[in-house]
């Protein structure tokens, strides 16, 4: 009985009912979108630096886990690793961004490049052919609509597009690494350095090695540093999560307590009846608080939905720009946290409608 008076009176008011489902579904959108940027920048950072086939990356000195432009490093830091026991191959890159700070483009010597990691693979042209090419990556190419041979202003200068490389591996944008350390002022000097050795096995003595000689300069193996992408490692990132969510619940709170307490006085009249047919205080509550539950269900699936067609959008608009990626396990939190906020919101409404004086519900008009 208690379902069909809650399914009638959310049918009776279908206006008031939509309203709070979508209001209701805004926080679960934003907590899922929050979560799948920060997921997808660094999944998509993670993935590109495992593509680079090295063993051990050495960064500069008081760098974070995130910094990755500008050119601290001198560039005979390279022949000196090089020469490294156990070291095969040493290259340096240089790291410039793009587009503020969601991307990126890369300095690299190609050759080196293959000889570490296989190198890129061409869906469109190849290499450079010369001191203006670069290289773009799908992502990159499909969100500026780029094809080999088109021109495209970086750094307010015009470059020709010389090949479109499969993402995953580096960068989105790849420059010579003597074009780019000139453009920039950088010349003899690079982000970072990368080693591959010639056994992984050796990995653990190499950076014990190099921490020795290389005092106060970050080196990790890339297993290590690739496992620092993550979201208990990018500084304020939970805590900014955390504030969202809280967010959430204050959203649902006040809306679903807004819409109970306006579907409260407008059921005065109707609570009475039922009060004096003998209805428990009890029994009032759960009419209150299941229509709050049905709609904080209805208010997440419809969120869930519209972070999927956020997701949907952004990938097809701004692929390279902004990587989200869908994050299914947080669903059972965001609906936690909004559901949570209908419930708490539902509850002082619920209690003065348990309260209700029949004679007094059944006079008022």
Do not use: C
Request: proline fraction near 5%; avoid cysteine; hydrophobic fraction near 45%.
């Amino acid at each position: 009985m208690t379902g069909k008076l809650v399914l009638e009176n959310i049918k009776h008011r279908p206006l008031r009912s939509m309203i709070s489902v979508l209001t209701i579904a805004v926080p679960v959108t934003l907590i899922l979108m929050l979560v799948g940027l920060s997921h997808g920048f660094l999944q998509d950072s993670q993935q590109r630096a495992r593509g680079i086939g090295a063993d051990i990356v050495v960064r500069p000195k008081g760098s974070s886990i995130l910094q990755v432009s500008g050119a601290p490093l001198p560039q005979s830091m390279v022949k000196f690793l090089q020469d490294q026991p156990h070291v095969k191959l040493a290259m340096g890159v240089i790291n410039q961004p793009v587009e503020n700070v969601t991307l990126g483009a890369t300095g690299v010597d190609l050759k080196t490049f293959t000889q570490m990691s296989g190198g890129f693979e061409y869906i469109e042209g190849g290499p450079f052919q010369g001191p203006h090419d670069i290289l773009v990556d799908r992502y990159y190419a499909q969100q500026h609509k780029l094809h080999v041979g088109d021109t495209v202003k970086i750094f307010n200068l015009p470059w020709r597009v010389a090949g479109v490389i499969e993402s995953g591996k580096l960068t989105r944008i790849a420059f010579p690494l003597d074009v780019l350390q000139d453009i920039t002022a950088n010349i003899g000097r690079v982000t970072q350095i990368y080693l591959k050795l010639d056994d992984p096995k050796n990995t653990a003595e190499v950076v014990q090695s190099l921490k020795e000689q290389l005092e106060d300069y970050p080196i990790y193996s890339m297993d290590d540093f690739t496992s620092f992408y993550s979201v208990d490692n990018v500084p304020a990132l939970k805590e900014f999560i955390a504030f969202v969510m809280g967010v959430g619940v204050v959203i649902g709170f006040l809306v679903v307590g807004l819409s109970m307490y306006m579907s409260v006085l407008q059921r005065t009249r109707e609570i009475g009846i039922l009060k004096s047919l003998g209805a428990s205080k009890g029994f009032i509550m759960r009419i209150i608080l299941s229509e709050a539950l049905l709609l904080g269900i209805g208010g997440t699936l419809l969120g869930i939905g519209m972070s999927y067609g956020a997701y949907w959008l952004l990938r097809a608009v701004f692929p390279a720009s902004i990587p989200i990626v869908p994050v299914p396990d947080w669903w059972l939190r965001a609906a936690a946290v909004t559901i949570g906020g209908a419930l708490l919101g539902a509850l002082y409404p619920g209690l003065n409608a348990a309260r209700l004086d029949p004679i007094e519900a059944l006079s008022y008009e």
